[in-house]
T-cell receptor, first 113, second 112 residues
Framework: ELKVEQNPLFLSMQEGKNYTIYCNYS?????LYWYRQDPGKSLESLFV?????AVKQEGRLMASLDTKARLSTLHITAAVHDLSATYFC?????????????FGKGTKLTVNP | DGGITQSPKYLFRKEGQNVTLSCEQN?????MYWYRQDPGQGLRLIYY???????QKGDIAEGYSVSREKKESFPLTVTSAQKNPTAFYLC???????????FGNGTRLTVT
């Protein structure tokens, strides 16, 4: 059974600092997704990583995937308050051809002035 | 604009009553999903459907039922058999494998 673990679960950081969120998963998969959720809102897609070594960047966020280590990272550069949200990684635990995403518990990021 | 519409946004029910959550999409996506989110938790898959008239159980299907009579609609019924129904329910859809899920705005269900 696929398990997805994120750490840390809570992250409080100052504006301007850098930090990395980690997403480990337990079984082989070559598809990993990152989502953002603002309080009380739905999820918004950030990145889709489809192969080993994939790296995607958008603004101050950069995501990477190492399928051999079963690890993805979401790196935050020079954080700003607007990045405060909960970030989820999700891994494709496909069974029988139907894509089935398993989500981590999320990392709640708070960026303080 | 294309998207996923979930209704209602808030829903209150008494224990022992069945309740149906609506999910409609006009994205022409084949696959649709229902997830449940509890405070401080990730999303857990309830049911998913790849094509009309076919659906599969997710990880926590007990106490729930779905139907997929039309491509654009995937309603979820929370039955009285669901022991802890109070949660935030999210519907999602996707096109091909490797494409991200598009989520609706969710329905917050409270059962007392």
């Amino acid at each position: 059974e696929l398990k997805v673990e994120q750490n840390p679960l809570f992250l409080s950081m100052q504006e301007g600092k850098n930090y990395t969120i980690y997403c480990n998963y337990s079984t082989t998969s070559d598809r990993l997704y990152w989502y953002r959720q603002d309080p009380g809102k739905s999820l918004e897609s950030l990145f889709v990583l489809l192969s080993n070594g994939a790296v995607k960047q958008e603004g101050r966020l950069m995501a990477s995937l190492d399928t051999k280590a079963r690890l993805s990272t979401l790196h935050i550069t020079a954080a700003v308050h607007d990045l405060s949200a909960t970030y989820f990684c999700a891994v494709d635990g496909t069974q029988g051809g139907s894509e089935k995403l398993v989500f981590g518990k999320g990392t709640k990021l708070t960026v303080n002035p | 604009d294309g998207g996923i519409t979930q209704s209602p946004k808030y829903l209150f029910r008494k224990e022992g009553q069945n309740v149906t959550l609506s999910c409609e999409q006009n994205l022409n996506h084949d696959a649709m999903y229902w997830y449940r989110q509890d405070p401080g938790q990730g999303l857990r898959l309830i049911y998913y459907s790849q094509i009309v008239n076919d659906f599969q159980k997710g990880d926590i299907a007990e106490g729930y039922s779905v139907s997929r009579e039309k491509k654009e609609s995937f309603p979820l019924t929370v039955t009285s058999a669901q022991k802890n129904p109070t949660a935030f329910y999210l519907c999602a859809s996707s096109t091909t494998r490797g494409s991200p899920l598009h989520f609706g705005n969710g329905t917050r269900l409270t059962v007392t």
